[in-house]
């Protein structure tokens, strides 16, 4: 299945959102862009369990500033 040009723009827009939420140390605008239901997997595998417990455990203390060379984020975004 391929997607329409529309789609991926929306799916840009999404990384771009959490990337600049990400860099901000925004866990409320961060997890905005999971569905109510999501399903999380840190990096430790802790599995967090909807968009509110993705906010309410990815707290601004503990979200790392990302200033290195260009951030994945920026590497998802700007691939084709």
Same mark, same amino acid.
């Given at each position: 299945?391929?997607?329409?040009p529309?789609? %991926? ?5 999404? $990384?771009?959102?959490? /990337? ?8 409320e *605008? $961060?997890a905005?862009? $999971? ?6 997997? @840190? &990096? *430790?595998? #802790?599995?967090?369990? /909807?968009? %509110?417990?993705?906010?309410? #455990?990815? +707290? *601004?203390?503990? &979200? +790392?500033? &990302?200033?290195? +060379?260009? !951030? *994945?984020?920026? @590497?998802?975004? !700007?691939? !084709?």
């Amino acid at each position: 299945m391929t997607g329409t040009p529309e789609d %991926e723009a929306a799916i840009r827009s999404l $990384f771009e959102l959490q /990337g600049e939420a990400w860099k901000a140390a925004d866990a409320e *605008r $961060f997890a905005s862009a $999971f569905a109510e239901d999501a399903d999380f997997i @840190n &990096i *430790r595998a #802790h599995t967090l369990r /909807g968009r %509110e417990e993705i906010a309410r #455990h990815l +707290p *601004r203390s503990s &979200i +790392p500033s &990302i200033e290195a +060379p260009q !951030s *994945r984020w920026a @590497n998802c975004v !700007s691939a !084709s």
